[in-house]
């Protein structure tokens, strides 16, 4: 196990900015810009707003199930965390702020992991300020979305991973698993860094699948006694489909920066479990391919993975895609292969600036209809596809660099 | 070789080669010729957005209008209004010229009114409101009465409304009478679905303001506003009368809101046709008549042409159509103008913010021969249209440019042209960032020159252009400050040429306070590309919200965007002129920014903080792209 990097290592002034920025968030969550944004449909899906976390709390502690009719779709872990510490504004405050805090930290952690032994620059800490700052990050947790939460738990999932500490990245990645379904498809990169490291590595590293099997067993394990654990909190099975069948099955057509909705909406009935099966199997085919062209790269397979969940899940918000952008910031090896990173930084500010627009001529003006906010949704879709083929490429490029006058015709 | 042939080996050159080398050489060769072609391209873009404006008036790319709604049903009911409604109103109209005479105070006014609604017997009460601009204080008092519908309980409301002063800036003594005596009159019947909301508000826009924003529970910081007594539901439509003449001879439709807001186009279409079918008055856009221009005749200078001088004048100047075209061009500007501006055309406008759609019958002061007759019988018809709906009106029919009262531009027809200029800038830009990239090295030993990669200068270039925008803000506080509100009376542009100077040489120079670079790549160009792509980044999600202010973006887009980097003085000076300071320079322009600042602390029209934080910007750093220097 390498020796774990001292906080002490950063520069103290340089902290400030992330410490600001933390508690700028955390003011304006007790601001009233908070419950105005909270069921912004960009920032907060059914499947983690804070007004229905709210609700089925009430519920809960009322003694009725929650999971009974369409409202709830949180975990019955989040449930369980919430009825421990009761959702009043300054506790949610606290518990957003720190999760972002967590959540920036990793950031820095994961880029130090990947970089040591060499000097560490102020680099991490310039991640943990960008992920902090970065609007798609930014909004969801003043919104009190529940995708911020998973965003803190995802990455501190991999931070431990990228310390080669198995069994609570494992942990956490099973509780991930009960909030974001889609997030379960990273647990074959994650094997692979808690196999091999998060640096690159020449030649390549040679996978025990014996040690890989044992992982996956005991992620099982943890899956099995969490499914207890949450049939013991919720009281019955029905939390099954109101969570994790909600992202297969989408029972609930409110619309959100994703693909899924509109295509949804439009449907006849009798196609609908076609495209379902379609749209959810879809994800599952990016794996196997990732894994084996990145196996000298796991951390960057898994990176390219969460960009592709992010994009194709059934109930994303910003913060998915804010995530994918605030990863990239650990691979600056690669910024130098990109193809048109101008283009697709184009179509990322279209996109910020074309969602609130037409979700305001939709929701607000009325001037506008569904297709406005569904055009809008489209571009940020390509916004993120075209992320990910640039990523991928400049990733398999930068493995075998560049040349005067040598052109790079396939990968 | 035939065009085939030559696009093949366009596509597929040197043949033989290894299929690598050859995809190579391809893709080689269509960035080139991308590159090659782009800013003909930009300047085509350029050329057909602007020619796109000028076809925007021709008859072939309008249509007709027509009721999409099919539960209107315009036109469709016997109107019961009659001479005896129009005695009543006369009647009010007797007192009211009084109180005109007398210089009845606000508050003689109001009570006056509330004793007449409640001797009708509908809920009423006054509402006396101030607002604080930095010209001082704004005060007045509204009356209201609500009337339930008799037919269902909660249902939505209609908002029949008077302000005190017309649009005409006469006092609108009829309108008010009009409201009077139709308050009168349609709360005897009972085939009301929806609540009615009788509003006399005081002064122009203001009080209805002040009304609406109480209604919604909105009141902004610089409104002190009693609240109201009575409630009633969601409001989905209102009309605004406008009567300040003594005759009228056409009924004029005011329909542009506060910042560009259109309201659903069946409502306009159903007052047209209202109006032409029922109320038998000749409807028309704005103010200004459907009428073609006369013949002009030859200027007696040009009658040495003979022949050739005759047939351009018969076939052209005096076309008819041209004329046409003229006639459909003005209605279009006006729109435009109201639009881009952000300015409300009449009571109404203060209504759309709260997705109400709302317009203004004005009845166009003339000898005759239409009087209360006339108006009141169609606004009776008209409120039983509305009052059929049973969903609100469709969306997407709020985007529309009138040519006339019976035509229209759907939005397909009109947004390209600003859309292809912001393209235009897109390209620019992007043109600008590759050319960036690469730096020509000449080498004296092989007598050859190469290309080579250097660093682009990107962040310098976003916080150049940061750093110029953000002087905006000292623009805006002063501009929206006591201390300028007063200078803005002056009759003369002496007292406020420190301002106009200060604001537009100035802030540019902020660029050259940045810190020494060792980049070879220039700084100026890459500012330029930053500009463009705003440009650009503004034009097109604009023309959505605001096509005409996203228009004048456009054409302002323009000329910022054909600027030479470090081109020096002159183009600095040039593109000072482009600068909403130098409106300072005019009466007009002083009265504009006058109406502006007060538009946006009483009604929250966004002219003001658009010039001093977008408008002033994008030309500082223009200009600042002229001054760096490498």
């Excluded at chain 1, 991640?127 to 998973?150: C, H, I, Q």
């Excluded at chain 1, 509109?262 to 076609?274: A, G, I, L, N």
């Excluded at chain 2, 000292?474 to 200078?487: D, K």
């Excluded at chain 2, 202010?549 to 600095?572: E, Y």
Aim: glycine share 6%; with cysteine; hydrophobic share 50%.
């Amino acid at each position: 196990m390498p020796k774990r990097l001292s906080g002490a290592a950063y520069a103290r002034p340089a902290l400030l900015i992330p410490a600001l920025l933390l508690l700028l968030r955390f003011s304006l969550i007790l601001s009233p810009l908070s419950p105005w944004l909270r069921d912004d449909h960009q920032l907060a899906s059914p499947l983690t707003s804070f007004t229905r976390l709210k609700e089925g709390i009430w519920f809960f502690q009322k003694g009725i199930d929650p999971y009974h009719g369409g409202v709830f779709r949180h975990s019955p872990l989040t449930l369980a965390l919430f009825t421990l510490i009761p959702p009043i504004p300054l506790v949610s405050a606290l518990l957003w702020t720190v999760a972002d805090g967590i959540a920036a930290w990793c950031l820095a952690e994961i880029w130090r992991a990947r970089i040591a032994p060499r000097g560490h620059d102020g680099r991490g800490v310039l991640l943990a300020s960008l992920y902090l700052s970065k609007p798609y990050n930014f909004l969801p947790t003043v919104a009190l979305s529940s995708s911020s939460l998973d965003n803190a738990f995802l990455l501190l999932a991999l931070r431990f991973a990228a310390l080669q500490q198995v069994s609570p990245s494992l942990i956490l990645l099973a509780v991930l698993s009960f909030s974001s379904l889609p997030s379960i498809l990273l647990l074959p990169p994650l094997v692979m860094i808690l196999l091999a490291g998060p640096k690159p590595t020449v030649p390549l590293p040679k996978y025990s699948p014996k040690t890989a099997l044992r992982i996956v067993a005991e992620f099982a394990l943890y899956m099995v006694v969490l499914t207890g654990a949450s049939r013991f909190v919720a009281g019955s099975w029905g939390w099954v489909l109101q969570t994790w069948g909600a992202t297969v099955m989408l029972p609930d057509l409110t619309p959100n920066p994703g693909l899924w909705w509109y295509f949804f909406t439009e449907m006849f009935d009798q196609y609908r479990p076609f495209f379902l099966l379609t749209f959810s199997l879809h994800p599952l085919i990016y794996v196997a391919p990732m894994c084996l062209k990145f196996q000298h790269d796991p951390l960057f397979a898994f990176f390219l993975l969460q960009g592709i969940i992010s994009t194709f899940k059934s109930y994303p918000t910003l913060s998915d895609a804010g995530l994918y952008i605030s990863l990239l910031g650990i691979f600056p090896e690669i910024y130098s292969h990109f193809r048109h990173p101008l283009v697709t930084a184009l179509l990322h500010l279209h996109a910020a600036l074309l969602l609130p627009l037409f979700h305001y001529l939709w929701l607000d003006a009325g001037t506008g209809n569904a297709n406005f906010f569904y055009a809008s949704t489209l571009v940020f879709g390509l916004a993120n596809g075209s992320t990910i083929v640039e990523a991928l490429w400049a990733g398999l490029h930068s493995t075998i660099g560049e040349k005067e006058g040598w052109e790079v015709v396939q990968l | 070789m035939s065009s085939i042939s030559r696009l093949k080996s366009f596509f597929k050159p040197s043949a033989g080669n290894d299929k690598h080398v050859a995809r190579l050489q391809r893709r080689k060769r269509i960035y080139t010729s991308i590159g090659r072609v782009s800013p003909y391209l930009q300047l085509a873009c350029y050329l057909i957005g602007i020619l796109w404006i000028f076809a925007i008036p021709l008859t072939e790319l309008g249509k007709g209008t027509y009721v999409d709604e099919n539960a209107l049903q315009p036109g469709q009911v016997s109107t019961y209004w009659d001479w005896a409604e129009v005695h009543a109103a006369d009647r009010f109209l007797v007192v009211l010229e009084g109180m005109r005479e007398a210089n009845a105070s606000h508050q003689e006014r109001a009570a006056w009114l509330k004793t007449k609604f409640l001797e009708l017997g509908i809920s009423t009460d006054t509402q006396a409101y101030t607002f604080s601009t930095s010209f001082g204080e704004v005060h007045g008092v509204n009356t209201y009465a609500f009337h339930s519908s008799p037919r269902t309980s909660g249902a939505e409301a209609m908002i029949i409304a008077a302000s005190w002063t017309s649009l005409t800036g006469d006092p609108n003594l009829r309108g008010v009478a009009t409201v009077l005596a139709l308050a009168g009159f349609l709360t005897r019947y009972t085939h009301w679905a929806k609540d009615l909301v009788f509003v006399i508000s005081d002064g122009y826009q203001d009080g209805m303001e002040a009304f609406l924003s109480t209604y919604y529970g909105h009141e902004p910081k610089t409104l002190s506003v009693q609240p109201l007594t009575f409630d009633s539901e969601v409001v989905w439509t209102a009309l605004s009368i406008d009567y300040p003449g003594h005759s009228f001879s056409h009924l004029g439709l005011f329909f542009e809101g506060l910042n560009g807001r259109l309201p659903n186009q069946d409502l306009f279409v159903c007052a047209q046709v209202i109006a032409r079918w029922t109320g038998g008055v000749p409807v028309i856009l704005h103010n200004t008549l459907d009428e073609l221009r006369p013949d002009i005749p030859m200027p007696d200078w040009l009658q040495w042409s003979g022949a050739a001088g005759n047939w351009v004048w018969r076939e052209i100047v005096n076309r008819r159509a041209l004329k046409e075209w003229e006639y459909r061009a003005g209605n279009v500007a006006e729109q435009a103008g109201w639009m881009a501006t952000g300015r409300a055309s009449g009571v109404h406008g203060v209504f759309h913010q709260f997705r109400v759609d709302a317009i203004t019958l004005f009845a166009r002061p003339a000898t005759g021969p239409h009087g209360f007759h006339s108006l009141g019988k169609l606004t009776e018809s008209l409120l039983r249209t509305m009052n059929n709906l049973l969903e609100r009106l469709h969306a997407s029919f709020f985007f529309y440019l009138l040519s006339s009262p019976s035509t229209f531009l759907k939005i397909g027809s009109y947004l390209p042209c600003s859309v292809l200029i912001g393209v235009g800038c897109m390209i620019g830009g992007l043109r600008g960032y590759v050319d960036l990239g690469w730096e020509r090295w000449y080498s004296q030993k092989a007598n050859d020159t190469k290309w080579l990669k250097r660093p682009r200068r990107l962040m310098e270039g976003v916080g150049a252009l940061s750093a110029v925008a953000s002087v905006g803000a000292v623009a805006y506080l002063h501009a929206s400050s006591r201390l300028f509100a007063p200078m803005l009376a002056a009759t003369s542009p002496l007292p406020l040429l420190p301002v106009i100077l200060t604001f537009s040489l100035l802030p540019p120079f902020i660029v050259l306070l940045r810190p020494d670079s060792k980049a070879t790549a220039p700084l100026a160009p890459m500012v330029k590309t930053c500009l463009l792509f705003s440009l650009a980044l503004l034009i097109a999600p604009l023309s959505m919200l605001n096509f005409p202010l996203s228009l004048f973006f456009a054409l302002l887009a323009i000329p910022l965007s054909l600027i030479n980097p470090s081109s020096g003085l002159l183009p600095f000076l040039l593109l000072a002129l482009l600068n909403p300071a130098m409106l300072l320079l005019f009466q007009n322009g002083r009265d504009a920014i006058r109406i502006a600042v007060w538009d946006w602390q009483v009604l929250g029209a966004y002219a003001l903080p658009l010039a001093c934080l977008i408008w002033m910007p994008l030309v500082w750093v223009a200009q600042a792209v002229c001054i760096i220097q490498e």
